[in-house]
């Protein structure tokens, strides 16, 4: 199974979420940090779920793209 992860960087460090699971994020001081930490509360969520909750997963699409532009 694969689970989408958002990483985002702001002055107070970086905080993650992963969308197909509502309500599971993390924070944390480096990338390498937030990278594990997103991942433990990713393990933790899905150890709440039952097979038919998992299965749901798997039927989601997350796609990501970027926009870039300029303002004046």
């Given at each position: 199974m694969k689970i989408s992860i958002v990483i985002e960087r702001d002055a107070e460090g970086y905080y993650a979420y992963a969308p197909e699971l509502p309500g599971c994020h993390s924070q944390g001081d480096s990338f390498e940090a937030i990278d594990k930490n997103i991942r433990e509360a990713i393990d933790l969520y899905l150890e709440t779920l039952d097979g038919e909750e998992i299965r749901a997963l798997g039927s989601k699409a997350i796609y990501t793209s970027t926009y870039e532009?300029?303002?004046?």
């Open positions: 532009t300029t303002y004046a």
